[in-house]
C-alpha cells in the first residue's frame, strides 16, 4: 500500500483540490501586520484555503495571519 502512495504524483493530487478563492487579507495589510514579504503570498494561500472551509471572524484574521507567518520558515 506504502508503494501506491508514494507512486501518485504529489500535484495531481494537489491540482484535485477545489478552488481556494480570495485571501480575506491584502497583501498590504499583511504587510502592515510585519510580515515579512516573502511570506505573504503563502499567507494569503492559507487564509483563503481556510475560510473557503470554514467561517473565521474577521477580527480573528490578524493574529491566524502572524500565526501561519510564524510557522512558515
Do not use: Y
Not at 508503494?3 to 499583511?30: C, D, Q, Y
Not at 505573504?40 to 492559507?46: M, N
Amino acid at each position: 500500500m506504502a508503494r501506491f502512495v508514494w507512486s501518485l504524483n504529489p500535484l495531481a493530487i494537489f491540482h484535485m483540490r477545489g478552488p481556494e478563492g480570495k485571501s480575506p487579507l491584502t497583501a498590504s495589510e499583511l504587510a502592515c501586520l510585519g510580515i515579512p514579504k516573502r511570506k505573504i503570498p503563502r499567507v494569503e494561500a492559507e487564509l483563503a484555503r481556510l475560510c473557503a472551509e470554514t467561517e473565521v471572524d474577521r477580527a480573528a484574521l490578524p493574529a491566524l495571519a502572524r500565526q501561519i507567518a510564524r510557522q512558515l520558515c
